[in-house]
């Protein structure tokens, strides 16, 4: 099946994430580790996340096939996204017993780091790696990349799938803060649930 409006919209979530990510790194001082947390739902209700409490919080869409919760601090960002589009590409998921066939979601995760990188400079990304949230087993990979002013980013990129939904997670720091927000960029990806939509 053919989706004709499958490259616009691929690049529209690409833009819009990684055209903020570039320009990270104007704010002075490291980002403290976060010690709470509060659970959001995306506006089109298709997921529900933690933040880190006291970062700033943007949320946008929610009518169409797109939304984003976006979670700042300092140089630090936390973007998670739904878009229909993924979904569609991954195709009807049917469970499989056999260890030799590959999860949709794994195809999926591959297939999105080509447009990921398009948004950074110097991007190198790491072998794959399964996750576990609240929607089963997703993808997680760990990324290098250089933003803008030459500052290095460390961060992850991670994709889940709903029934019909991919949920892409990006989440990004200087190097330098790596140590400090890993756990807290673990934590949210590990708190992705249904959300009161599904």
């Not at 403290?32 to 919080?57: L, R, Y």
């Not at 919760?69 to 996204?81: K, M, N, Q």
Request: aromatic content about 8%; proline content about 7%; some cysteine.
């Amino acid at each position: 099946m053919a989706f004709p409006h499958a490259r616009t919209s691929d690049a529209v979530l690409i833009v819009f994430r990684l055209g903020s990510v570039l320009f990270l790194g104007c704010s002075s001082g490291p980002v403290p580790a976060p010690v709470s947390f509060t659970k959001i739902g995306s506006p089109d209700k298709q997921f529900q996340i933690e933040h880190p409490n006291d970062w700033q919080v943007t949320t946008t869409g929610g009518k169409g096939t797109l939304s984003h919760c976006i979670f700042e601090a300092g140089a630090a960002r936390i973007d998670v996204s739904s878009d229909l589009l993924g979904a569609l590409m991954a195709g009807p998921q049917v469970p499989s017993n056999d260890p030799n066939v590959e999860p949709a979601v794994a195809r999926i995760h591959a297939l999105g780091m080509e447009k990921f990188a398009e948004g950074f400079s110097n991007y190198e990304e790491q072998e794959a790696k399964p996750v576990r949230t609240m929607f089963g087993e997703g993808r997680i990979s760990e990324f290098t990349a250089t933003g803008s002013l030459g500052r290095k980013l460390r961060g992850y990129r991670a994709t889940v799938l709903s029934r019909d939904r991919r949920i892409t997670t990006m989440c990004s720091c200087p190097v330098s803060e790596w140590e400090t927000l890993k756990p807290a960029f673990d934590k949210v990806i590990g708190s992705l649930q249904p959300g009161t939509g599904r």
